[in-house]
């Protein structure tokens, strides 16, 4: 048994010692004070052996200093070079970062505080590339989102220049529905840099939840009166407390995702109840639902779980993601749930003052 443990326990130490880098063997200290203190005395403890060396097989003390001197640097220098080498890292990797890579990372192998500097860099490197990738995302997708009215009514238009069309009410309503969709797009890039800037301030007061309700669900239908919506708010007279512009605006959107992926005929559900966090409101739809794996992107800017149905419904990706901002400045809670046998079950949650 003894042996078996002690086997073992020699097993982990070799694991450990084959990552250890050789060039920096002062890795495992964890203080830089204390590395610099090592340095110290093993360049001293190096030069009075050397010294002593020399004298001893009759040396010239005055080669033998020199000999311990040369000792002592080339021992200083090798390991100096392994206490700053994250720092030549970061240099080289802030030079990248310059030039638009920021794919580079630095070794965080140092328990010091250059090894924290390190893991921080590294951080700091992640969230600049996510940065960096969302920014890309976002004008590819402000690029195709604005094109695709643009070109249609530039269609459109050019089809009554030549007379190839008429100037008809089905030709004007559908470059009035482009239009629309336009003035939509550009409303949401508004209230979504508002919001992230922070520049939107909440006007919070105490309002009833119904009348918010019924407001949301009455400007849905005129746009989609072929989906039914129905409305529950359990007691009647519930009050939440936050932004009620705001909170509509959170209401409209989720009603809109509800609506365009429910089918025709079918109902939309909205609720709202006191809960132990405060007030809860939800939207139910009868669409196909959220994959799982997804649930965790719905809320990011242009994502559409189905990408193909949305573009022609004309959704561009960024309600769920204003939605998300608002609640988040209330201090409340936004996710969807899966609704049996189908469907999905938005739930937000408004916290008390």
Request: with cysteine; hydrophobic share 45%.
């Amino acid at each position: 048994m003894i042996r078996r443990l002690f086997n073992r326990r020699l097993a982990i130490d070799v694991e450990q010692l084959r990552h250890i880098d050789i060039r920096r063997p002062l890795d495992p200290i964890p203080s830089i004070k204390l590395k610099l203190g090592f340095v110290i005395a093993a360049a001293v403890a190096v030069t009075v052996f050397v010294f002593w060396i020399g004298v001893t097989i009759g040396v010239w003390p005055s080669i033998s200093g020199v000999l311990a001197a040369v000792a002592a640097m080339l021992l200083v220098f090798f390991l100096s070079r392994g206490m700053t080498r994250p720092l030549r890292e970061m240099a080289a990797a802030a030079d990248a970062m310059a030039r638009g890579d920021y794919s580079r990372r630095v070794t965080t192998t140092s328990h010091d505080e250059v090894g924290t500097l390190a893991r921080a860099f590294n951080e700091m490197a992640s969230e600049l590339a996510e940065t960096d990738r969302v920014r890309r995302d976002l004008v590819a997708n402000v690029s195709h989102e604005l094109r695709t009215p643009i070109t249609a009514l530039q269609v459109a238009l050019e089809n009554l220049v030549d007379g190839v069309a008429q100037a008809d009410p089905a030709t004007f309503k559908t470059m009035l529905a482009q239009v629309e969709r336009l003035g939509r797009l550009v409303q949401q890039l508004l209230d979504l840099s508002r919001l992230e800037a922070g520049v939107v301030p909440l006007v919070r007061e105490e309002f009833r939840v119904e009348p918010l309700l019924e407001h949301a669900v009455r400007e849905q239908q005129l746009h989609e009166p072929s989906v039914g919506v129905a409305v529950l708010v359990e007691p009647t007279d519930l009050t939440a407390d936050g932004d009620p512009e705001r909170v509509h605006q959170v209401v409209a959107n989720l009603l809109e995702n509800a609506v365009r992926f429910t089918p025709s005929g079918g109902t939309v559900e909205v609720r709202a109840r006191r809960s132990d966090l405060g007030v809860t409101i939800e939207v139910l739809d009868e669409g196909p639902g959220i994959p799982e794996t997804e649930r965790a992107r719905v809320f990011e800017r242009f994502y559409r779980a189905d990408a193909a149905r949305a573009a022609t419904d004309g959704g561009a990706g960024l309600g769920l993601a204003i939605a998300r901002w608002i609640v988040d400045l209330h201090g409340g809670d936004i996710h969807p749930e899966r609704r049996e046998p189908h469907g999905c079950r938005m739930v937000v949650t408004l916290p008390r003052t």
